[in-house]
């Protein structure tokens, strides 16, 4: 037996409105499957992320989290010492690491990946982070 979220009182089953304050009562909806198609490949590398978590407890997902996480010191050494657009790769950003291996010798471009890399795996670690422990 259901009770009213206003006014406290036992309800019937399957009622809209409650019988001693008429307030109307919440149906039992189901909640919405999230069958959104991500746009492009890091947000589905996120959402297959956030499926996995969902089924993790708390610790584990620290864990998880730990595990996933990109590090910027690889991604700031592989753009100095390799070329700039292989730290963006290792960051996510295939199609903009690609372009600035192409135009590195412009020198511009590789010093541009060198900060891109950094920002790029700060933002995936933060967005990480709220998908793995701020779903709940
Ligand atoms: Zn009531």
């Given at each position: 037996m259901p009770y009213c979220t206003s006014c406290g009182k036992e309800v019937q089953d399957g009622?809209?409105?409650?019988?001693h304050c008429g307030k109307p009562l919440q149906a039992q909806q189901p909640a919405p499957?999230?069958?959104v198609m991500p746009m492009d490949s890091e947000d589905l590398e996120l959402h297959l992320i956030r499926q996995q978590a969902e089924k993790l407890s708390e610790a584990e997902k620290i864990?998880?989290?730990?595990?996933?996480?990109?590090s910027e010191a690889i991604g700031i050494l592989l753009a100095l010492f390799l070329?700039?657009?292989a730290g963006q790769i290792?960051?996510?950003k295939t199609l903009r690491g690609i372009l600035c291996i192409i135009f590195s010798w412009?020198?511009?471009?590789w010093i541009y990946a060198?900060?891109?890399t950094y920002k790029s795996i700060r933002d995936y670690n933060t967005r990480l982070y709220m998908v793995i422990l701020g779903s709940k």
């Open positions: 009622v809209n409105f409650c019988p499957s999230r069958t864990m998880f989290y730990e595990q996933k996480k990109k070329l700039g657009g290792y960051a996510g412009l020198i511009i471009p060198i900060y891109d």
